[in-house]
Every structure is written in structure tokens, then in C-alpha cells.
């Protein structure tokens, strides 16, 4: 039976549209193969890159301030994408000897927690915990207005005529409140203290104050050029809890100096009743500590619940 020749058209035609169809099918499906095959090309090619690039590094759990020690129990493991060197940075083996010993670490500027550590912003720590080490308390020395915890600080001893000689270098202030300050001294720094203490009690005009580091990360401690009183030294050699090494250096600080250090502050404290000048120095000295006092009082009030001063732990 012959077929209609519009039937036959309309045949032909969807033959051929249904072969169009599928060659442009089997295009579309070869560059979707391709592109699939490149995409995941790309894909090992990143995740090995990036397997390739992430790096452990160790960031501080909490802000660290200038010149406070860093602890291993102090960091954050915490992985990073980089290509930089992370030997640069400190990391948990960096805190431990080749004896197992743990080493500590000074920082060298204000580190904000979270980032990593670049070894060139700390040191090792030089501080060595000795078994004479206690925390005092002092409430006679006249501080800074804006002293926080955690800063270092040089005290001093003045002399009316503004002579001023260093009593104790670089130390840490554990704790501080509006007149009081916490120091962790060893037993020859508690004796040379008191000797200062009881001289600016003795002498009209003289003073105790404190000095605080700008950057105690990098700066190095100040030379002490204090020479207590012959008693005090006589205490300090026959002072069982001072170390023969820490007798030793005193020895040879005291050796240079003493002579003209002392008698320019014993002359005071046989004179100074009949020098005019110690009262104007008293009464510039009383307005400067009233003045001084009054600015870190409210400078404490401000910072109070911050942990930045109070008393709380001694």
C-alpha cells in the first residue's frame, strides 16, 4: 500500500530532527565529560595544593603585654593555609630542651591573641626561679599614675638634691592597686630595699619612686647603683638564703662605688637638719605625691573589673 507523500515528509523530517537531536546529545554530553574531567583535574590539583600548604601553627589564647613570659600552656594549635615558612613561627617543640626541660619565652612587644607568633618578636626568658624568690608588698612607693599589672618598673632612690641612684632594675609588677605594688624579690633585692626604704624615711626630701619600662621586651635592664648601709651589707654576707654567686656580684657592684655613693648619703643624713633647701623639697615632694596620688586613684576607679589592678590574689 503506497504511503501518503505527507506522511512520508513528516517522517523523514522527524528522522532527521530525532538524529540532529541526538548528535547535539552526544556534543553536549562529551563537553559536560570534558568539563567534568577538568573540573575534578582542578580539584585534585587544588586539594593537593592546598594539603601541600596547610600548615599547624600555634597562637596565643589571650592578648600578651611586652615583657611578659609565654608558656607552652599558653598557645592554640590552630591549622593555616599559607605558603610562608612556619619555622618562622614558634611552635610547642620550640618550649622544651634537648632535655625535655621547659624553656620559657619573653615577649618582645604587645602580641594579640589568636595570631601566630613570630620567633623575632620574643626571646628566651633569662628569668630563673631561685628558692629565695618571695612576693612583697610595698606601700611607700610612690608610682606611676597609670601602672598597671604586668608592667616592669626600675625603683629608686632621690636625694633631695635630685642625686638619684637605682635600687632595684627591671621588675616585674605582679600586682597593683592605687598605693601598693607586688614584687617577686630575691632575698639580696629585699634587703637593699629595706635599706633604701629606711634612708628616705631618714632623710628629709628623699624619696622611693618607681619608673616604668616603655617597651620591657626590648629594653634591657637598668645598672642598680644603690649601695646600702654597712649593716645591711654585713647582713647580706652572713644571710645564709643569698646564693654565694649573688654574693659575689654584689661584691664587685659595691667594690666600685660604695665609698662615694655613701658618703654623699651619709652627709645628708648627717646635715639635712640644718639644710634650708629640705623643706622646699619636702613640701615639693609632699605636693607631687598628693598630685601623683590623686591621678592614680582615678585611674584605678576606671580600670576597676579589668583586671588590670587590684589585690585580689595576694
Known amino acids: 500500500m503506497a504511503s501518503n507523500p505527507i506522511q512520508r515528509r513528516a517522517r523523514q523530517s522527524f528522522l532527521v530532527g530525532f538524529l540532529v537531536a541526538l548528535i547535539i546529545m552526544a556534543v553536549v554530553v562529551v563537553i559536560l565529560f570534558m568539563r567534568i574531567n577538568s573540573l575534578n583535574t582542578e580539584n585534585a590539583s587544588l586539594q593537593d595544593l592546598t594539603t601541600s600548604n596547610t600548615k599547624t601553627v600555634y597562637t596565643l589564647a589571650s592578648d600578651v603585654k611586652s615583657g611578659e613570659t ?54 628566651t626568658s633569662d628569668n630563673v626561679l631561685t628558692d629565695d624568690e618571695r612576693i612583697m608588698e610595698f606601700n611607700m612607693i610612690v608610682l606611676p599614675s597609670e601602672l ?52 628616705a624615711y631618714q632623710i628629709t626630701g628623699a624619696r622611693l619612686y618607681a619608673v616604668q619600662y616603655t617597651e620591657p621586651g626590648l629594653q634591657d635592664s637598668a645598672i642598680e647603683t644603690y649601695s646600702p648601709t654597712q649593716e645591711v651589707i654585713t647582713l647580706i654576707y652572713n644571710d645564709s638564703n643569698i646564693v654565694e654567686e649573688a654574693r659575689n656580684e654584689l661584691t664587685s657592684k659595691l667594690v666600685t662605688n660604695y665609698s662615694s655613693q655613701r658618703d654623699e648619703i651619709n652627709n645628708y643624713k648627717t646635715d639635712m637638719e640644718t639644710d634650708e633647701l629640705a623643706s622646699n623639697v619636702e613640701s615639693g615632694n609632699e605636693q607631687e605625691n598628693e598630685a601623683i596620688s590623686t591621678a592614680r586613684d582615678e585611674f584605678v576607679t576606671a ?5 588590670l589592678v587590684g589585690s585580689e590574689n595576694y
Open 303 to 307: 580600670l576597676d573589673g579589668t583586671g
Open 70 to 123: 609565654i608558656t607552652s600552656d599558653m598557645l592554640i594549635s590552630q591549622d593555616i593555609l599559607t605558603q610562608i615558612d612556619v619555622t618562622n613561627y614558634l611552635s610547642t617543640g620550640d618550649f622544651y630542651d634537648d632535655e625535655g626541660n621547659e624553656v620559657e619565652w619573653v615577649a618582645k612587644t604587645d602580641l594579640a591573641g589568636g595570631a601566630p607568633i613570630l620567633k623575632d618578636t620574643v626571646s
Open 148 to 199: 598597671q599589672n604586668g608592667d616592669y618598673i626600675d625603683v629608686r632612690f632621690s636625694l633631695p638634691d635630685g642625686t638619684t641612684y637605682i635600687v632595684l632594675s627591671k621588675k616585674h609588677v605582679e600586682q597593683t592597686t592605687a598605693t601598693g605594688v607586688w614584687m617577686k624579690l630575691n632575698e639580696e633585692e629585699i634587703l637593699m630595699i629595706n635599706s633604701a626604704i629606711v634612708e
